[in-house]
């Protein structure tokens, strides 16, 4: 039976250029997606733009332009960003499609059916910038607490009954433990549910750009009910019996920032479960970058271009980098230094050199063929025993827990392993003394580079690509059932060309 899996990025603002933070959540959610499609699920990898609401509203205007071509335009940065970061998303959602209004419209109407959502009158504070409503006592310095400027809103309005489900949240959260991780972001939700919960606005009349609420025109949805439902469809609905939503919903994983998990770890489900629909299995909140030690922000001007970085670097030093760096959910600070570093030593050094050095000696020693494997040895069998050890440990740490750093150090523990293995084996001696012994190694050293490889693919899918392609690794064996396979003896090799360079700033040509 196909095992499938859907996971989610967040669907961005079209009010302004994406920079790395969004570039990391959709790289975040590339390297899972491709992992469990190598690890043989049928994988739904949606993204998207979010582009209803009073801020995409103000940001056309100030730009001249009316909001759809202003969307139009700023959508499209957004999907070639996800393509030109190399994702492997199969959809990509814009809330002004139809599909999109049709579901969002629907959800509408099942949450009135259920008797879910009533007409009222807000009078309060609303952040455009965070399109969010704030209560008078979480004000600071008369401010958002996300520091976004608020204004009084007094308009008529629909309400939806969050109230009644603080109780129902609460024990949803108790019945499923790994709805909200990491583990402090789910204590951090459950303590704001524990302290009361009040009924929501989800209409606005003051503006016009948005989906309109069904029945009543004058009404434009809340951009946060609209924006969630992208989710859902992706994947069909309103249509409860197509493929996509049998086999996806309830989606595996929706990827966030901690900045945006309210609304997903308590508005959506409560939507959900009010609509008598089944909510998604987590909600994973990761952290956010700063620069250099400084928050990013539009007023500091200092938000980090991805290509400048993809330009600079490469495009798989990067994904690389930014997988590796952080602890996966915590914040983290961008650091050119910190980046050359990486690309000098885990990349060039210890992969790069591992790989470069041993498919040389292979070449050169070996008529430009694999080696044929001999009697292996307690050392040969230690190495590669431990090289195929990492699969269970990948899919916990990135299937399991999305402990991404995690499944880059069990990656990188072999590659020290078999590092050391070829200083303590030294076949660059045995070509005189025991030519055989030195196939044997030199056979156990490609073997390794190819199971690396299969393992690097999620998170640099390029230059394992490379690295496959000099092992002469057929595409149909790329998967993960592949590592049962091995390299073949007597496989003519081309000659190996470095696939992960060193890193040398180019003003003084000094490798840093
Ligand atoms: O919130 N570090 O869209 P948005 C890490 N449209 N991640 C960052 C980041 C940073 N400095 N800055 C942004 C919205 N992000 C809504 C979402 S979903 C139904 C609607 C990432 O364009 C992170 O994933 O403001 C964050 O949650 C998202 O971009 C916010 O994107």
Known sequence: MTKNFYITTPIYYVNDAPHIGHA?????????????????????????????????????????????TFTD????????????????????????????????????????????????HYDGWYAVRDEAFYAESELVDGKAPTGAPVEWVEEPSYFFKLSEWQEPLLKFYEDNPDF?????????????????????????????????VPGNPDHIMYVWLDALTNYMTAVGFPDENSDEYKKYWPADIHMVGKDILRFHAVYWPAFLLAAGLTPPKKIYAHGWWTNEGQKISKSLGNAINPYDLINEYGLDQMRYFMVREVPFGNDGNFSHTSMINRINSEL?????????????????????KIPESGDLQKDDLALLNAAKDVLPKLRNFIGKDQALHKGCEAIWSVVGAANKYVDTQAPWGLKKTDPK?????????????????????????????????QLKVPESDRTFDALEKSV???????????????????ENNVSR
Not at 25 to 46: E, H, P, Q, S
Not at 349 to 363: E, H, I, K, P, T
Not at 451 to 460: C, D, E, F, R, S
């Open 73 to 120: 335009q700023v959508s499209q940065k957004f999907r070639d960003l996800a393509d030109d970061l190399n994702c492997a998303h199969n959809d990509f959602i814009r809330t002004t499609e139809g599909r999109h209004k049709k579901a969002a419209q629907d959800l509408w109407k099942r949450l009135e059916a259920n008797g879910q959502i009533y007409l009222g």
């Open 180 to 212: 909200i991780a990491p583990t402090g972001r789910r204590n951090e939700v459950i303590s704001f549910v524990k302290g009361g919960l009040k009924d929501l606005s989800v209409s606005r009349t003051t503006f016009k750009w948005g989906v309109p």
């Open 437 to 469: 012994r030195m196939e044997t190694v030199l056979y156990t050293l490609t073997e390794t580079i190819r199971i690396l490889a299969l393992y690097v693919q999620p998170i640099m899918p390029e230059s394992a690509s490379k690295l496959l392609d």
């Open 348 to 368: 060039a050094n210890d992969l790069g050199n591992l790989a470069q050095r041993s498919l040389s000696m292979v070449f050169k020693n070996c008529e430009g």
């Open 488 to 506: 073949v003896g007597g496989t003519p090799l081309d000659k190996p060309e470095p696939v992960f360079p060193r890193y040398i700033k180019e």
């Open 24 to 68: 990391y959540t959709t790289i975040a959610c590339d390297v899972i997606a491709r992992f469990m499609k190598l690890d043989g699920y049928d994988v739904k990898f949606l993204t998207g733009t979010d582009e209803h609401g009073q801020k995409v509203e103000q940001s056309a205007g100030k730009m001249g332009l009316d909001p759809q």
